[in-house]
C-alpha cells in the first residue's frame, strides 16, 4: 500500500520531486528473534535486557503490539496481559549482525548514505531517482531485497520525501511494511492531520513547552511564520523546522546536527537481583569502567572526570517517609520498572588519563563516599561516565614519568582482550560481575566491533 501525498492540481511536476527514502525497520529486535525461531513467528513475542519482572521490554512483536503490549512495558505487565509472551534475552550482537546485513540488501538498489540508528537507513534520491514513479519503484525494490537477502520477517515501512527530516516522518505514518511519499506541493497540508509528538525533536518535555506558548496542534503551529516559529523554539531550531515541514532544503536536509566534538562516554545497567547488594553493585560499577576505559582508548580519548550515578530501590514505607523531601538534594521517584527509587551521583576531576589503573583508582575515591543507611541498602543501578573528553591527539606529554607503566598495562590487557574477547583479563575487582552488564542494546548508533565483540 502507498500513501503518497501528491501536489494540489496546477503545481509545476519538475519541482515536486523527492529528495530521500528513509527505511524505518519494524519492531526490528523482535523481528530478528522471529526469524532467527519460526516459532516465534505470529505469536507475541518480547525482547528484555534481563529475565525478570521487573525489567520493560526493549521491543515487542505486532502480535504483541496488538495486544496493547509496546516497548516500555514491563514485563510484569505483559505477562499480565499475555501469559503465553514469548520473551527472549536481547543479543546486541546479533541484532548489530543483521543491521548490517539489511545495510547490504538496501545498497544492493540504492546506495545509504546516513545510519540514523541500528534499526534505520537514508538514501538520498538523485537525478530521475527523484521522480515519484521511480522513487516508489526503489521503495519497493529495497523491501524486497530485504525479505531476499536477510529473511521474510523483516518488514520495514519507508517514507519518500524532499528532505531528511520529513522522509523520518513519512516512515512514522504507516507501519507496518508501510510506504508513503511526501510531495513539495501538497506540503505542509499533507501533514496537519500529525500530532506534535510525530515531529522528530519533539519529546515530551519540548511538547509541555510548546502547549506552555499556545501550540497544541499541529494546524497551530504550521500557521507560524519563520520569525514566529524562531522565537517558540527560542533558537535557529525553529527555522530549520519551519522550513523542512514546507519541504525546503536548509543545507543540511533534516540531518540531526552533530556535536562538533564528543563530550563523554559511559555504560549503565539495571542490576540484576542477585547483585541489589552494595558488594554486587560495586562489582558491576567495575565491569562498566572496565567496559568505558577500554572504549576511551579505542577512540582514541582521554578523560578529565568521572561521573557514577547509582539508584536505590525503597520500601513502600521508606518511600512514604521520603516522599516530597529534597534534604540534601535527595528525592522520590518511580522508575520505569515501577520500583520507587531514589538516588546517589558523584564526579571526580583528575588529570586527564586514559589506563583502566587511574580511573578505577577514581572510581574507587567515589565509591567510598556512598551512602550506607537504611534507604541506600538495595541499589539496583549503576552508571559510570566519563567526561571532559580530550582527542588523544590534543593531549601534551607530561614531565613525570607514570606510575607502574598503566598506559602500557592497559595497551596490553586491551591487546589480549580484542583478540579473546572483552572479559578476558581484568582487575579482580569486577570477577562477581564478569558475565553481567553484557553490551546493551543500541537504538541511536550502529554498535562499533572491536576485536570479534560489539560496545
Not at 156 to 178: E, V, W
Amino acid at each position: 500500500m502507498f500513501g503518497e501525498y501528491n501536489s494540489p492540481m496546477g503545481a509545476s511536476a519538475a519541482t515536486d520531486l523527492y529528495g530521500f527514502l528513509h527505511v524505518d525497520l519494524n519492531s526490528f529486535f523482535a523481528s530478528v528473534e522471529q526469524q532467527l525461531h519460526p516459532e516465534y513467528r505470529n505469536k507475541p513475542t518480547g525482547v528484555v535486557p534481563t529475565i525478570a519482572d521487573t525489567t520493560s521490554l526493549i521491543a515487542a512483536s505486532y502480535e504483541a503490539k496488538a495486544l496493547g503490549i509496546k516497548t516500555g512495558t514491563r514485563v510484569l505487565d505483559a505477562r499480565r496481559i499475555c501469559p503465553e509472551i514469548i520473551l527472549v534475552h536481547g543479543n546486541h550482537a546479533t541484532y548489530a549482525e543483521y543491521s548490517h546485513r539489511i545495510a547490504a540488501a538496501v545498497e544492493r538498489v540504492c546506495p545509504v548514505a546516513h545510519t540514523p540508528s541500528i534499526d534505520e537507513m537514508v538514501c538520498q534520491l538523485l537525478g530521475r531517482e527523484r521522480g515519484p514513479a521511480r522513487a516508489r519503484q526503489i521503495a519497493l525494490e529495497v523491501k524486497q531485497a530485504i525479505r531476499e537477502d536477510v529473511g521474510e520477517t523483516l518488514r520495514c515501512s519507508i517514507g519518500l520525501a524532499p528532505n531528511r527530516y520529513l522522509a523520518k516522518i513519512a516512515s512514522d505514518m504507516q507501519k507496518p511494511d508501510g510506504l508513503v511519499g511526501l510531495l513539495p506541493g501538497g506540503l505542509p497540508g499533507s501533514i496537519a492531520h500529525l500530532e506534535l509528538r510525530d515531529l522528530p525533536g519533539v519529546g515530551a518535555r519540548t511538547e509541555l513547552r510548546l502547549n506552555a506558548k499556545g501550540i497544541r496542534t499541529m494546524p497551530e503551529l504550521l500557521a507560524l511564520d519563520r520569525n514566529a516559529m524562531h522565537r517558540l523554539f527560542n533558537s535557529v531550531w525553529g527555522d530549520r523546522v519551519y522550513h523542512w515541514l514546507r519541504g525546503n532544503d536548509t543545507g543540511d536536509d533534516g540531518a540531526p546536527i552533530p556535536s562538533a566534538v564528543q563530550k563523554s562516554l559511559g555504560h549503565s545497567h539495571v542490576l540484576a537481583p542477585e547483585h541489589r547488594t552494595p558488594e554486587g553493585a560495586w562489582a558491576v560499577a567495575h565491569k562498566l569502567l572496565h567496559k568505558a576505559a577500554m572504549r576511551l582508548r579505542m577512540e582514541k580519548f582521554f578523560s578529565g572526570s568521572l561521573a557514577l550515578t547509582v539508584k536505590y530501590a525503597l520500601s513502600a514505607s521508606q518511600a512514604a517517609n521520603l516522599a516530597g523531601s529534597r534534604l540534601g538534594g535527595e528525592r522520590v521517584k518511580k522508575h520505569l520498572s515501577g520500583l520507587m527509587e531514589t538516588g546517589w551521583g558523584m564526579e571526580a576531576r583528575f588529570r586527564p588519563c586514559q589506563d583502566t589503573l587511574s580511573l578505577l583508582e577514581a572510581l574507587q575515591g567515589c565509591w567510598k563516599q556512598a551512602p550506607a543507611d537504611g534507604k541506600h541498602a538495595k541499589p539496583f543501578f549503576v552508571g559510570i561516565t566519563l567526561r571532559n573528553l580530550i582527542p588523544e591527539s590534543e593531549m601534551q606529554g607530561s614531565l613525570f614519568a607514570e606510575p607502574g607503566n598503566r598506559r602500557e598495562l592497559s595497551a596490553t590487557m586491551d591487546k589480549l582482550n580484542l583478540k579473546y574477547g572483552h572479559t578476558t583479563l581484568h582487575f579482580a575487582g569486577m570477577l562477581p560481575a564478569r558475565d553481567s552488564a553484557p553490551t546493551r542494546i543500541a537504538f541511536t548508533q550502529i554498535p562499533v566491533q572491536y576485536g570479534h565483540e560489539y560496545m
